[in-house]
């Protein structure tokens, strides 16, 4: 990696990371590609966010459904862990609780899938610094 | 993709469920199906919206309609007239408290978001071991501002103006203090971030540090700039094995792109942080010893002054903040200090991150303005109080703190109106009881986690806390005496007037607190051998009603330690002085034919 030398440098790697990001989205396969974070602290994994995270990873390869599977942080939603962040090409990010592997294959199936809403979701409850 | 045109999205957050959300749900298949409908809109339930006061709630997709307190009833009229004819049933519609104006456009739908994340913003959204997405989201952009374009003095009188406070308990302005440390001349300073968090039931700072490493890294390198040092050292529970890991990874990942390390971003100044572990004593987190602890020593406390930010660790001025309070940093110079300063009271900016615990439905992480009431947070945000039970108090403050009761529910939290209601910030602990928990058992639970963790150097502490308790053991063992209620106060003022270090000055609170709140609970106790909540053991009386007793010998069979005599079809019998109260007797019976006396 190289370094990062100046601020001028640091806004440009924000914009490529951006744009990496804006391409993945608009590029041949987006219409298909799915965003999935798997929230990974500590409360999540004591309640099974791994296992819930692999058994995604192997799903979605076997479906071969384009997805992008990543980790993440505490979503806040501790009494429905673990949390799972799905955000589908062109629409709102949508947060779904209690992912077991059972939920996990409901939302590949029925979310994913057909684009349908599954019981359970849960609202964004908070506004960002953006709002 | 979906068949459906519109989508009904039902909350089922259990306040919601409390009043009929089902219901509503059952009515919406029936109706939908009457209509012809039912390919075309989709029912779901949702979890909670976290605006439960005003239940059951409706949000209609894809225009993102908000319905408030509908009822079964009105489902008719929503299929009609907006599903059909798409226009709005406005009755239902939500009315802004202050301008009593019906919010009809999806874009005014935030009203009903009680949270702002600002120190929890990237937590849940970004992958904590990526450093790009954090660059992505205006990561190190501060630092770069504060080192290209502000001089020292610049940032710290932003954080002044900020209204920025700590986080870690005490509420001290986090400008002066940089300003302080800036102003201490010596050769080498340091820059601590206190990640001790030992409040029990408190995982704030944990979750910032395993979901946003990257922010509490940027901010005490932006302090170092500020105050002058090179040098930063995080304070960690070896207890946090994720949050070390992802602190390191997140460190190195700094390192490898200049952002810590010899002339950050091109300028003159450097910075680097280093991991110290602690071992998880809750006196630890105060400052002093903390330094102490990081230094090699004993974790005591010392007397200030001097304070750290005169003659800290190695005796060095040492600027020392909580995490929540660095994670705010960036924040306030990419956003300003101005608009930071509007959320919030007026003496207290900003957020608060709490941990909601105890018997309420939302248990997690939350973060709310300043100035939030109680009851926003325990009836809307926390979803209220687990299976339907009545509401009784909520602890903050943790060991040091003390109760909040349905008197304070509409209270704005902020510093100052927490510390008149007889309790404290805190760093964010917040445990909320209802009435199956007996105030005197709560406060020995505190106590009996402060006699583990003082240090012992203080006399009135060690010794002066352990006869709290031990008065507090009597009490719930039946065995208490009315003046022991003034040996209580007497002595809790005693012990906070005498102690060195903010553990013991604060450690009788929650003795204070659930005197001041629930006297009569103690009395009940005391004077009639009663727990009023039925909590303490030893004031349980398991009796079998002879009335009632079909002699099935189901409680002689499962009572442990043969407590229960009697013959097949005759009522039986509980001897007091066997029993151990374990209450087996009691959720067994078929026949409701064992009472608590
Ligand atoms: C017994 C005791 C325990 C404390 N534990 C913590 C802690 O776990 N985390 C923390 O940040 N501050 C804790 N503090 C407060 C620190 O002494 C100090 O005030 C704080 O770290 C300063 O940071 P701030 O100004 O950003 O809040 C504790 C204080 C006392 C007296
Ligand atoms: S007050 Fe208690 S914890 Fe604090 S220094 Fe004295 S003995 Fe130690």
Redesign the pocket.
């Known amino acids: 990696m190289e370094k990062i030398t100046s601020l001028a440098d640091l806004k440009r790697i924000k914009e490529q990371v951006q744009s990496k990001i804006k391409l993945r989205e608009q590029s041949a396969s987006a219409e298909k590609l799915v965003q999935i974070r798997v929230g990974m602290a500590t409360c999540g994994i004591a309640s099974g966010a791994k296992e819930t995270m692999s058994f995604l990873i192997e799903e979605t390869e076997h479906q071969a459904i384009d997805a992008v599977i990543t980790q993440t942080g505490c979503m806040g939603y501790c009494y429905a862990e673990p949390t799972v962040e799905v955000t589908l090409p062109g629409r709102q990010p949508v947060i779904f609780g209690h992912v077991n592997r059972e939920r996990a294959r409901e939302i590949i199936d029925r979310y994913i899938i057909k684009g349908e809403l599954i019981d359970g979701m849960i609202p964004v409850n908070f506004k960002t610094i953006d709002e | 993709m979906s068949d459906y045109n519109m989508q009904i999205l039902i909350c089922g957050g259990t306040g919601c469920k409390a009043s009929e959300s089902e219901e509503i749900r059952n009515v919406f298949n029936d109706l939908l199906g009457e209509y012809l409908l039912e390919d075309e809109v989709q029912v779901v339930t949702t979890g909670c919206f976290g605006f439960c006061e005003k239940g059951p709630i409706i949000k209609v997709l894809p225009d993102n309609t908000f319905y408030v307190h509908v009822t079964p009833a009105d489902v008719d009229e929503i299929i009609r007239e907006h599903l059909v004819k798409g226009r709005q049933v406005e009755r239902l519609l939500y009315r802004d408290p202050h301008s009593h104006e019906v919010i009809h456009d999806s874009k005014g739908m935030d009203f009903y978001k009680k949270q702002i994340r600002i120190a929890l913003r990237n937590c849940g959204f970004i992958d904590p071991e990526n450093i790009e997405e954090y660059i992505a989201r205006d990561g190190y952009l501060a630092l770069g501002r504060c080192l290209s374009e502000m001089t020292p003095e610049g940032v710290i009188d932003e954080i002044k103006k900020s209204g920025l406070r ?5 509420g ?1 302005p ?1 400008g002066l ?1 940089w300003e302080i440390t800036s102003r201490s001349v010596a050769d080498q300073k340091y820059v601590v971030c ?1 990640a ?3 409040d029990p039931g408190a995982f704030m700072d944990r979750s910032i540090l395993e979901g946003d490493p990257h922010s509490v890294i940027e901010a005490m390198t932006i302090c170092g700039y500020c105050i002058g040092a090179d040098k930063g050292l995080v304070y960690i529970r070896a207890e946090y094995p994720l949050a070390i890991q992802r602190l390191k990874v997140a460190l190195d990942q700094a390192r490898a792109y200049g952002l810590l390390g010899r002339n950050i971003l091109g300028s003159t100044f450097g910075f680097d942080i280093e991991l110290r572990y602690g071992a998880g004593a ?2 630890c ?3 002093t010893a903390l330094i102490h602890s990081m230094e090699g020593s004993r974790g005591e406390p010392t007397v200030k002054p001097p304070f750290p930010a005169e003659s800290g660790y190695l005796g060095k001025p040492t600027n ?3 995490v929540e ?1 660095f994670a705010n940093i960036p924040v306030i110079i990419n956003k300003g200090a101005a608009w930071f300063s509007a959320i919030g009271t007026e003496k207290s900016k900003g957020t608060k991150v709490f941990a909601l615990a105890g018997k309420i439905n939302n248990v997690g992480l939350i973060e709310v303005p300043m100035g939030t009431t109680l009851r926003e947070v325990v009836f809307d945000i926390g979803g209220g109080i687990k299976g339907g039970k009545k509401f009784k108090s909520v602890q903050t403050g943790g060991p040091s703190g003390g109760m909040l009761t349905t008197a304070s529910l509409d209270t704005p939290i902020d510093y100052e109106n927490l510390q008149a209601a007889g309790t404290m910030m805190g ?1 964010g602990g917040m445990i909320v009881m209802d009435e199956d928990d007996c105030m005197v058992a709560i406060a020995k639970y505190y106590l009996e986690f402060t006699l583990e963790e003082s240090c012992g150097k203080c006399t009135p502490c060690r010794i002066g806390n352990k006869r709290l308790f031990e008065i507090l053991e009597k009490i719930t063992a039946g065995n208490g005496k009315e003046e022991d209620i003034d040996k209580l106060r007497m002595l809790s003022h005693v012990i906070k007037d005498a102690s060195l ?3 013991g000055q604060s450690s009788p609170n929650p003795v204070l607190s659930t005197l001041a709140h629930f006297e009569d609970e103690y009395l009940a106790h005391i004077k009639q051998g009663r727990c009023p909540a039925g909590k303490c053991k030893a004031l349980l009386k398991y009796v079998v009603v002879e009335d009632k007793c079909t002699g099935c010998t189901l409680c002689f069979r499962t009572c442990p330690v043969g407590a229960i005599t009697g013959e097949r079809r005759a009522p039986h019998f509980i001897d007091q002085a066997l029993c151990i109260k374990c209450g087996i007797c009691f959720e067994k019976c078929k026949f409701d034919a064992i009472e608590l006396a």
Do not use: I, P
């Not at chain 2, 700590?166 to 005490?170: I, L, Q, S």
């Open positions: 700590g986080r870690g308990g005490a001290f986090t203090k206190n001790d968090e030992g809750f006196v987190g105060e400052e020392v903040n909580n309070t760093s270090c903010g553990l």
